[in-house]
């Protein structure tokens, strides 16, 4: 039963991760139905933000909870700076271009951070903090769940709770909805269809940055590839769950988490990603645009 | 009677499509408070002419000015859509586009959009200004919503509508922008005659109450006769005849325009 709950709740960790980046894919899609190739970099980015600043500040005498928010704080700015500048050179001179040329676009982003990072930093990989301390009162579960399972969950959660309200509430987010519906009629009621745009890349790229810091503070390494893997894995869980639509990006998020958790625990970590891969062929052959995902495209 | 300047002032305006002129040297001015009517035969132009001066398209030639109450002059070509609207030009679609996904609400909340400021940060901390703005936002589309009747239906989706109440709520989100001109695309498309008259009616007070000016595309000749001040008609991209309800309908030009159709002014 402890295995049990232990694979469990490291899904949901895992899935929790998939799901904050899948957010970013997802909105972007929703918006101006591309595919953010590049989304995955703008996660490592953040990681390799976070521990610059960590290592820094850590040298200053800096630690504990201040240490990781701070850390955190930067690599969400710096990651959502990214964002927004390469939605600017990479994509909005191709909004009236053909569906392929963005995405080709894209995809050429991707490589040139990866190997950028690769060639301002390093191929190795890199020790990255435990920015996360194991709680004392944490201690009598400590072998079914760490410290930063928990706040991985826990901020997960917080995330897309207030990313829901504020996609609902805000004054932002029903120009995104109006936007994600048909832009033209957004325009000619005064929406700034450019700066609605712009705030969808930053917010994606503000929770994706969240996911590297404390993954890669829970698995204790990062390198410059981490996001194009991470990158694939969020976007089969965006698919998985029905590209456009926020909570299947996070059910898939999910499931996907919980099937490799499974898979590994059970069976072997070799198959992890054969069966997460089959999962998503298996769920699109009954349901084609995603679990939650509606075939009319179900946006933001 | 007419004060010096047009709300809107179009000159010699011209729109290609490669080889097809959709729009020849078309000249149309609009005093405020006046409803005028644009009408011709399918294909004539008339939706490429709202298209022009919302900023959906680029002319080709020919300037667009417009005069709102007590501001300066503004050429609004080249200028984009959401700016045009911002200077107080709102429309709708000869279909109708409403957000389908959104409640009757929040379509016109959307809209309250450029005219109200709060970004980001007010979402998160909500400060008191913030809260004075989403309240009043909120207080203005229900008393907009009440106007032309949509009361009962504020918190139903767009796509839940009978059809008459989805084209009202149509002209109440484009009011909700605040225009001084009001651009109408075929709004009795697709209505009954009970429809067509409440709309007739809507428009009327609209033109009344909000101070405003409005110019209609309309195939319906019995309310382009009953509600017009003055009428254009357009014919295969050229303005073919001007003038009030009564001179247009003994046009021959128009008459031949239309073939055989009967007017009854
Ligand atoms: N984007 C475009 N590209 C090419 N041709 C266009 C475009 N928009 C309009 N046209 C052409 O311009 C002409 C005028 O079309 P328009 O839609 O303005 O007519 P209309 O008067 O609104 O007709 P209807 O009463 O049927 O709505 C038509 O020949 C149309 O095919
Ligand atoms: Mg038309």
């Given amino acids: ?294 075939s009319t495209s179900e946006k933001v | 009677m007419k004060p010096t300047k047009p709300a809107l002032d179009v000159r010699a305006l011209k729109m290609d499509f490669g080889g097809l002129r959709a729009l020849d040297n078309i000249d149309l001015q609009i005093y405020h408070g006046e409803i005028v009517a644009l009408i011709g035969p399918n294909g004539a132009g008339k939706t490429t002419f709202f298209n022009c001066i919302t900023g959906m398209y680029e002319p080709t030639g020919g300037d667009m000015i417009i005069n709102p109450v007590e501001r300066e002059p503004v050429r609004i070509n080249r200028l984009k859509p959401n700016v045009v609207t911002e200077h107080g030009l709102a429309r709708t679609f000869q279909n109708i586009r409403l957000f389908h996904k959104m409640t009757v609400l929040e379509n016109v909340m959307v809209a309250r959009h450029c005219r109200t400021k709060a970004g980001i940060a007010g979402a998160i901390f909500r400060d008191p200004k913030t809260r004075k703005e989403e309240k009043e936002m909120v207080d203005f589309s229900y008393g907009l919503l009440d106007k032309v009747g949509l009361g009962q239906f504020v918190n139903e989706l767009a796509s839940e509508l009978p059809y008459g109440a989805q084209r009202r709520l149509e002209i109440a989100r484009a009011m909700a922008t605040e225009p001084f001109l009001l651009l109408l695309d075929e709004p009795a498309a697709g209505m009954n005659p009970k429809e067509t008259n409440e709309l007739d009616r809507l428009i009327m007070r609209l033109r009344n109450e909000e101070n405003i000016s409005i110019l209609l595309i309309e195939h319906d000749m019995k309310l382009v006769m009953s509600i017009s001040d003055r009428i254009y008609v357009l014919d295969y991209g050229k303005m073919i005849a001007q003038g009030t309800p009564s001179e247009i309908s003994e046009d021959p030009k128009v008459i031949k325009a239309y073939l055989g159709e009967t007017f009854d002014a």
């Fill in chain 1, 1 to 294: 039963m402890d295995y049990f709950l232990e694979l469990f709740l490291g899904g949901l960790t895992r899935g929790s991760i998939y799901a904050l980046i899948a957010l970013g894919y997802t909105m972007v899609y929703g918006i101006i139905e591309l595919i953010n190739f590049a989304h995955g970099e703008i996660y490592m980015i953040g990681a390799f933000t976070a521990l610059i600043v960590a290592s820094a500040l850590s040298l200053m005498g800096m630690s504990g909870l201040s240490l990781l928010i701070l850390a955190g704080l930067v690599a969400v700015i710096y990651s959502s700076a990214y964002g927004y500048t390469i939605e600017k050179i990479a994509y909005k001179p191709l909004r009236q271009a053909p569906r392929l040329s963005p995405l080709i676009s894209a995809i050429g982003m991707s490589i040139f951070l990866q190997n950028y990072v690769l060639l301002a930093q390093t191929s190795d990989f890199l020790s990255f903090p435990a920015l996360i301390k194991e709680f004392e009162f944490m201690e009598p579960i400590s072998h079914i769940m760490r410290s930063s399972e928990l706040v991985i969950i826990l901020t997960t959660l917080v995330s897309t709770a207030l990313l829901t309200l504020f996609i609902k509430f805000s004054r932002t987010g029903k120009a995104m909805r109006a936007t994600a519906q048909d832009k033209t009629m957004a325009m000619l009621l005064g929406v700034n269809v450019n700066r609605v745009i712009s705030v969808t890349f930053i917010i994606g790229s503000g929770l994706a940055a969240i996911g590297g810091v404390l993954i890669s503070s829970h698995i204790g390494q990062i390198n410059f590839y981490i996001g194009f893997i991470a990158g694939i894995k969020a976007f089969t869980a965006a698919v998985l769950g029905g590209i456009g639509s926020i909570p299947g990006a996070v059910l898939g998020g999910m499931i996907l988490g919980w099937t490799e958790s499974f898979a590994t625990g059970y069976v072997s970590s070799d198959y992890e990603d054969v069966f997460a891969f089959g999962l998503l062929v298996f769920i699109l052959i009954f349901r084609p645009a995603g679990i939650l995902g509606r």
